[in-house]
């Protein structure tokens, strides 16, 4: 374990193992400002989380990301930013955690451009350090919607990297409106008018990876402190009956059909 001195106010202090089998909603600790839950496997395996966090810094976990992208792709580079880190800094759990397990991210998943590895590897990590979503909204549910958001509506690529394999001015940045890879990177391949192999194209996801794992790290580190606020108030199928995102019209025109009401 780090000696860093947030560790010492760490998640593990706080973990409250609240015996075999029960998700007791009632079994939360707080007085650090934010609220921790923690839960053990039904099955008596050894399944513990969430694992302990220790504040990183934004711009470093993003520079790690876009280089890591180059070799384990969007999702994994994500992944290995923050877990890269923490196997270092707090070490444990972390170290046996498989980080190149996740490159089949990439691609929308083995190129099947459905979620963009990068919100989703965001959202792994998010929910790996505060714990399962056991009622209701929940700072790991919170965090993960915020991090779809924020890759749906920001002008991507956000993140500059030190040392750019690519000259900046020669990537353009697009909104994807949609955390889905296919529409993502085919809205930036339109305006850029380059093709998916094309070396500018692969800069940019790396950018986008950079630019995920950065905006990640600033809620972690909120969480941390306790002054995390959501921002987004994504809540698609309370309103239509049906999951899905925010902008229906995208995908389906002027006629959005209707779900089947329970
Ligand atoms: C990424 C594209 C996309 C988005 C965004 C999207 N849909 Fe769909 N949706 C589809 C496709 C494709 C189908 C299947 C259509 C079919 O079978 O004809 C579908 C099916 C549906 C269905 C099933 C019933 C039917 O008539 O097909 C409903 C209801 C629906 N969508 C509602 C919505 C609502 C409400 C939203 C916004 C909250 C939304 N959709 C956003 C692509 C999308």
Excluded at 123 to 133: F, S, T
Aim: charged share 25%; net charge neutral.
């Amino acid at each position: 374990m780090s000696d860093d001195k947030t560790n010492e106010n760490g998640v593990s202090r706080r973990q409250v193992l609240i015996g075999t089998g029960a998700l007791a909603a009632g079994a939360a600790v707080s007085g650090f400002g934010n609220l921790v839950k923690s839960a053990e496997a039904k099955d008596g395996s050894t399944e513990k989380w969430p694992w302990p966090y220790v504040k990183l810094d934004p711009q470093e976990t993003a520079e790690i990301a876009y280089k890591e992208w180059y070799r384990v792709f969007c999702g994994g580079a994500v992944i290995s930013s923050v877990i890269g880190q923490l196997r270092e800094k707090v070490g444990g759990p972390y170290k046996s955690f498989p980080i190149d397990s996740f490159v089949f991210l990439e691609g929308g998943q083995v190129g099947w451009g459905t979620i963009c590895g990068s919100p989703a590897g965001a959202n792994i990590v998010a929910n790996l350090i505060i714990g399962p979503r056991i009622a209701g909204a929940h700072e790991g549910h919170l965090i993960a919607a915020d991090n779809m958001d924020f890759y749906s509506k920001a002008n991507m690529p956000v993140f500059v990297p030190k040392n750019p394999k690519i000259d900046p001015s020669k990537i353009v940045h697009t909104v994807s409106d949609s955390p889905l890879c296919h529409i993502s990177v085919g809205k930036w391949m339109k305006k850029a008018g380059l093709p998916l192999k094309s070396k500018e194209r692969k800069d940019r996801c790396a950018r986008v990876a950079a630019s995920s794992a950065y905006r990640l790290v600033e809620m972690l580190n909120a969480w941390h402190d306790g002054t995390y606020k959501k921002t987004n108030d994504f809540s698609c199928s309370k309103e239509n009956g049906i999951t899905g995102q925010y902008n229906c019209e995208d995908c389906h025109g002027d006629d959005v059909p209707d779900a089947p009401e329970a």
